[in-house]
């Protein structure tokens, strides 16, 4: 009886290490000859380069990053109120329209689009060429406390 089945590729055996010459990773059991990497117990931190700078210490570090006390706003454009076609725009309504992420962030309202509803927006902040737009044709923007 002659069996076809044959293991998957994925399967491979173990390396014996430090086995002899007849295990094919005798002598230096993979480790190469001498040097820190081949006594026990080596370890090094990421990034190590034995005692070269390493790389992130070579590069230049430019600019200033203070992401620790960044305001986010979210956006929300003219267009975007256009789309939704109701009359009274607020976070809750863009929120549950799923335009906007949270409730609790600021929303900020930019002139990209046109409009032609007469529309009541209420958003934390409004750039002054959005407020014009809303305002002629025939809205109303005001700020939330």
């Not at 076809?4 to 390396?15: G, M, S, W």
């Not at 090094?44 to 390493?54: D, I, L, N, R, Y």
């Not at 956006?75 to 906007?100: A, C, F, H, Q, S």
């Not at 007469?118 to 750039?127: E, F, I, L, M, Q």
């Amino acid at each position: 009886m002659q069996y076809t089945l044959k293991k998957p590729e994925y399967i491979k055996r173990k390396k014996r290490i430090g086995c002899g010459p007849g295990s094919g990773h005798g002598k230096t059991s993979c480790k190469g000859h001498k040097g820190q990497k081949a006594r026990s117990g080596a370890h090094f931190k990421p990034g190590f380069e034995g005692g070269q700078m390493p790389l992130q210490r070579r590069v230049p570090k430019r600019g200033f990053n203070n992401a620790q006390f960044k305001e986010e706003v979210q956006i929300i454009n003219i267009k975007d109120i256009e789309r939704l076609g109701t009359r009274e725009i607020n976070p809750e309504v863009l929120y549950n329209k799923g335009m906007i992420k949270s409730q609790l962030l600021p929303v900020k309202l930019l002139a990209n689009g046109d409009i032609a509803l007469a529309v009541k927006v209420t958003v934390d902040a409004v750039s002054s060429s959005a407020k014009e737009k809303i305002e002629k044709a025939g809205g109303s923007v005001s700020l939330r406390s």
